[in-house]
């Protein structure tokens, strides 16, 4: 997480730069802070907080902000020390000659503290970054210049990072370096940019190259020199034009891009679909999918990887491939997939999903399928993202930008992934039915249109949100197919909102959870018409006979429900299997009604950041 920019060349940089953050901020909004060159000295001005608390403490620095045409910034996510200004970045060394910003997390740097203090450094916040700053300022004291010292530190340091670093020493350049963090660099007529993420420099330059892990380089106004880290070789790179535009990022009249993007979603899936579900009797087309048919056939496994909602959208995708094509699915978080004996091989499809494409523990559980010999295909929203770039099989979820920091769009996108791809492999295989296939597309092409009526339908859910905004806690119960959707529903409603609220397997309820049900729980099942709708009603009624407050997801029209269910929430019919799409955004919607109810801050809530670029 954290973002970073670094700006060199004849414009004013600190503009550059808060533009550049501004479009970061879905790395973090811990705090901010920027390290503007000046001919005397390097003038440090950090903020507390968003981004805006940054903008409105710069506008102090008018002399710093006129002569500066050098500088680095950072937006941060907390990870090691809390939140506040001294711990925002840049650092400094403490001759005040080097700053620098960091992204990542250095492992050792306890140790390299120790020492350092040892030979006299001073620290003064709580951050692992310091110790780069102080690490850098200690080589420098030996090496004949910043490259050498930079290089020196880096060879000492452990961990991931992106980083810039400027000193008063060389007014000339930024060095900066990348390992498991992502780290791009602008090129500009005369002047160069860095940034973490595209859209940061996106304004000014199409033309970019991308640093490699263990590469670092020196940006210069005019030109630019990459070097691998371990061996000193200079490294030619050819810049690569970016696939993107200059977009402006409005929520189009509504109130939060949380909101917006909810109400995207009915063209997300038409996006989706169009060019790959043809027509209802015509095969998926696919051409993403790089693995030969052959191969395809010969599959013995299927390991899905992904975190957060995008492993909810896996759980689905596990269910229905395992339905459909009959090969064995498992779903891990990356976080638990990285740190133990995967049995994975070359007859292993290994899918890793992510929004952002830059999930670091995603990224490494895919490195690490891939050197065992797995094809690695990637579901994403960010077809420039590392994940994309490391995948054999690449399949663009083309949700569009997602700002809000709670994933509602990308899921929705990527759940349509896994329709196709499960569509596609049964096809391929021949294990489904012609007319079973094309009932299952004619009601994929109608989701478009049955989300939109959830969403022209909004009454009951804005009631829902208002009886139960002041909950302490929320349970959502499912099974089968939406048993991912209660997960999911619980996570939304947590992450905006901060009530305590779990999903649970409606049958695993009496395995403990009903413990806690009085008559100040509300319980939320999601009873779709299918398989399993009698067993959660009688989950359901379990429920309610220990007094908790029954609300209904349902698809069902029974009068019946009436007296169990307290509040009931109807959504149209559609073929089991595709039910998730449609029970998920109601309960997208009721997450968004009850935090924007309890006043909280929907778009960027506490603590989160959109991408997690740190293990
Ligand atoms: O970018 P990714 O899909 O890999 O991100 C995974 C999770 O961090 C993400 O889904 C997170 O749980 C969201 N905030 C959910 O709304």
């Not at 670094?6 to 790395?27: C, D």
């Not at 001005?45 to 968003?50: D, L, M, P, V």
């Not at 940061?200 to 210069?220: C, R």
Request: contains cysteine.
């Amino acid at each position: 997480m954290c973002g970073i920019v670094g700006y060199i060349g004849n414009k004013k940089s600190a503009p550059i730069l808060v533009e550049g953050l501004k479009k970061l901020e879905y790395r973090g909004y811990d705090s901010s802070g920027v390290a503007l060159l000046t001919d005397k000295k390097i003038e440090i001005i950090k903020a507390e907080g968003k981004l805006k608390n940054l903008v409105e403490v710069l506008a102090n620095y008018t002399s710093a902000q006129n002569s500066s045409h050098i500088g680095i910034g950072h937006i941060r996510w907390a990870t090691h020390g809390v939140p506040n200004e001294l711990n925002a970045h840049p650092h400094m060394s403490n001759s005040e000659r080097i700053a620098i910003v960091h992204n990542g997390i250095i492992e050792n740097y306890k140790e390299l503290k120790i020492s350092l203090e040892k030979q006299g450094h001073k620290f003064y916040s709580q951050t692992d970054t310091e110790t780069i700053v102080h690490l850098i300022a200690q080589e420098k004291k030996s090496a004949k210049d910043l490259k050498s010292a930079v290089q020196n530190a880096l060879k000492k340091i452990q961990g991931a990072y992106a980083l810039c670093v400027i000193s008063l020493d060389e007014p000339d350049k930024i060095i900066v370096a990348r390992k498991n963090a992502p780290l791009l660099i602008g090129i500009g007529e005369g002047e160069n940019f860095i940034a973490s993420d595209i859209p940061a420099i996106i304004e000014h330059t199409k033309k970019a190259v991308y640093l490699e892990d263990d590469e670092f380089a020196i940006v210069k106004n005019d030109h630019y020199e990459i070097y691998d880290v371990l061996s000193g070789t200079k490294i030619e790179k050819t810049p690569e034009i970016l696939p993107w535009e200059p977009i402006a990022l409005s929520k189009n009249g509504y109130k939060h891009f949380m909101l917006k993007e909810i109400h995207e979603q009915p063209d997300v899936i038409r996006k989706n679909l169009f060019n790959r579900l043809v027509a209802i009797d015509r095969p998926i087309i696919l051409n993403e999918v790089k693995l030969s048919p052959e191969n395809l056939k010969n599959l013995e496994r299927i390991q899905i990887i992904a975190c957060g909602t995008s492993m909810h959208a896996a759980l689905v995708g596990k269910y229905i491939i395992e339905e459909y094509t009959g090969i064995p699915v498992d779903v891990e978080a990356s976080s638990e997939y990285i740190y133990r004996n995967t049995i994975t091989n070359a007859k292993t499809l290994v899918i890793g999903v992510s929004q952002s494409g830059e999930t670091a523990d995603t990224i490494t559980a895919i490195r690490q399928a891939k050197a065992k010999g797995s094809h690695i295909l990637i579901i994403t929203n960010r077809a420039d993202s590392t994940m994309a770039r490391d995948a054999d099989s690449l399949i663009c979820v083309d949700a569009g930008i997602e700002v809000s920091v709670a994933a509602t769009k990308s899921y929705t996108a990527q759940l349509m992934s896994f329709y196709l791809l499960m569509l596609y492999i049964a096809e391929t295989k021949g294990c489904i039915k012609t007319e079973e296939a094309a009932k299952i597309k004619e009601q994929m092409l109608q989701l478009p249109q049955k989300l939109e009526e959830v969403l022209s339908h909004k009454e009951k859910i804005k009631e829902c949100a208002r009886i139960f905004a002041n909950s302490k806690d929320f349970i959502f119960i499912a099974r089968g197919i939406n048993f991912p959707v209660a997960l999911e529903g619980a996570l939304k409603l947590k992450e905006i909102s901060y009530i305590n609220a779990t999903g649970y397997s409606a049958g695993e309820l009496k395995h403990g959870p009903i413990a806690m049900l009085d008559e100040t729980m509300p319980v939320l099942a999601i009873l779709m018409k299918g398989r399993v709708y009698d067993k959660i009603l009688s989950n359901a009624e379990e429920s309610k006979a220990r007094h908790a407050r029954l609300i209904a997801l349902t698809s069902s029209t029974d009068e019946n429900l009436k007296s169990i269910f307290e509040i009931i929430i109807n959504v149209p019919e559609i073929n089991e299997i595709l039910s998730p799409v449609i029970t998920t955004v109601p309960l997208q919607l009721l997450a968004y009604y009850i935090a924007e109810f309890l006043g909280k801050d929907v778009d960027q809530p506490r603590n989160l950041a959109k991408s997690v670029t740190v293990e």
